[in-house]
């Protein structure tokens, strides 16, 4: 596996000395807006203030526990940075939190946050962009080729900067009636495996992927019967297919990849990371999984920090033991090990750049 | 201490949890030409094949103690970065090796490497710029000027590129007769303390200085006697007034401080690196003090990975513990904890880029 310097530098900066992805994701947005207006109830909205002091509680008390971070640029960057250890790596999205509708309201669109690049990502001493799109292969023709060209432009502009490049898919409904119900979960597997497999092309030039777990345990026949949480479902399938459909995301992916929490909680998140480590998976990037019961507590952050110090680093300590088995990314793929991609005494001069 | 993110969030690379620069010099050139063809003697011209593998050995074995590794981008970079552990710190080298004589042959002007530039080290991932200036004040005007000069340029490429700046001052003779003798020896600690004096102006933009110890302890009354070399001198001052010298050197620099070797074996570093952590420096950047002796073995390099492995990492354990004690840099100045320059939710706006 040939690599550029900064490419090489920055991904083991992320992962750990065997070369596995143990992450923090807390640059959740409007899914943290909505969680902490929950819990603040009608009293009051809630603020830009308020999303920046749950994130500062959650990341001093998670971040020193990760490989590496991954931040928003709005309310944890520059409110979080300073408390960050020496020797933990950093991502920075680079999306607008949301998306903008598709024609008649079908699809949905990613969008760079205004006035943010991979270009300031690079120059901020980050070791990684995070870019999310929304994805579905039934999504109208002017919507995917939206997403293609979006994700097509951010992997240019980090290799122009030489910066590694995350990209995270998340599925949606799109003839199904809701990401809720038995269609969706029966979907999943197409919808994520599709992703997978076009965001792999050379041409997007992407690093790592970030996924979801390709079905939902809930419709499984082992778990449908509220056994993570108080509702029992149809099962459209057994975890024993499960497992064989984390196989083939795993054959879809020819980049290294890691799951995503997604909002599930941390039961059925370990679950989900069990199946995704056995089939291939580098690792993590797990955020609400960890740490959003801690939420219950805003805006007594001090409970919160006293609920992630115990029971956070617990859930924590319990997925990266889980993970300890995952793929390393440096020995992914047939391209053996990791190396530079120009071995020269000439490198100096050739490296891009002015 | 308000930074930029890039040089807080690198800064922090360099060093170790509590802030203490444990670094590795590995980036000599023409000093490790010379060395290489003393081993190599009459037998074969030393080539640029020699300085890479003796570089291979060196950084494989002593790179993963250190905190940070500085390297040169010709024989060092390009082939030893894949053997780089996770989370071990870069500083690349932007200075062509060696100078170019003032008017007259008086005085020693530095180049930047050609083909090589600062944003080229910020984009291969990099944590630091290092330039390496020799400084006398007694030079030509002309010589000052283009010293202060080149150091300017580069500061301020490093404040376009957000990525901390390690400055290092050399010494050397202008009208003494040589850097062996008494006169040179006296005039070290004025030679230092001018060079640390100057480039901790604010316009130079320096975030570290790399500097030299500020006397020879050959020339003290406890060592002249052959302590450390086979050859006795007269005595120009003793350790009491060194110590004073140090905190004099410590109090003219008004930024966070590293120590080098220069050359000088183990046993004299040892007591130089006590004396400059006793005075406040924040750690050590040090190269031949550490693996110079390794070098003898040469080209028998499995030979030369055994000695660095016994007596290389017993050297790097000695030096790691008196820098225990050094004054973490960021605790450094009466600015307190280093902090983001700008803690705003229009920061990723208004962060320069494009």
Redesign the interface.
């Known amino acids: 596996m040939a690599l550029s ?6 991904l ?2 992320l ?3 065997s070369g596995r992805f143990l992450m923090l994701a807390i640059d959740q947005r409007g899914s943290m807006e909505q969680a902490l207006q929950k819990v603040l109830g009608d009293g009051r909205k809630q603020t ?1 203030e308020d999303v ?1 002091a749950a994130k500062v509680a959650i990341t001093g008390v998670l971040a020193p526990h990760s ?1 590496a971070t991954l931040m928003d ?3 944890g ?3 979080t ?2 408390a ?4 933990v790596g ?1 991502l920075l999205a680079v999306e607008h939190s949301g998306y903008e509708a598709g024609p008649s309201g079908k699809g949905r669109k990613a969008m760079i ?5 991979v ?2 990502v ?5 070791n990684a962009v995070k870019l999310l799109i929304h994805y579905h292969p039934d999504a109208p023709e002017e919507v995917l080729k939206h997403q293609h060209d979006v994700v097509r432009q951010v992997g240019e502009a980090c290799v122009e ?3 590694p490049f995350l990209l995270e898919t998340v599925g949606y409904a799109v003839d199904e009636p809701s990401t809720d119900g038995p269609e969706y979960a029966l979907a999943k597997p197409r919808i994520t495996i599709a992703s997978a497999t076009e965001f792999s092309k050379p041409e997007y030039r992407v690093d790592v992927l970030k996924l979801e777990f390709p079905t939902s345990l809930k419709f499984t026949e082992e778990f449908c019967n509220a056994y993570f949480d108080s509702k029992t479902r149809e099962p459209v399938y057994g975890v024993k297919e499960v497992k064989d459909i984390c196989k083939q995301l795993d054959a879809a992916s020819s980049k290294p990849w890691v799951i995503l929490s997604g909002g599930v909680d941390i039961d059925e998140f370990l679950f989900n990371l069990q199946f995704s480590v056995d089939a291939g998976a580098s690792g993590f990037l797990c955020g609400r999984a960890m740490w959003q019961q801690s939420l219950q507590f805003y805006p007594d952050t001090d409970a919160m920090v006293r609920f992630l110090e115990t029971d956070g680093v617990y859930n924590f300590n319990r997925i990266k033991a889980i993970a300890s088995n995952a793929t390393p990314w440096n020995s992914r793929g047939d391209g053996g ?4 991609d ?4 000439e ?3 050739e ?4």
Chains 1, 2 share one sequence.
């Open positions: 310097a900064g490419k090489l530098i920055n083991k900066q992962s750990d000395a830009p920046v490989t640029p709005i309310y960057f520059p409110y940075l300073e960050l250890p020496p020797k950093v946050l205004d006035g943010w690049s270009s300031k690079k120059r901020s001493g980050s900067e030489d910066i090990a990791p190396s530079l120009q071995k020269s005494l490198w100096h001069k490296y891009r750049g002015s």
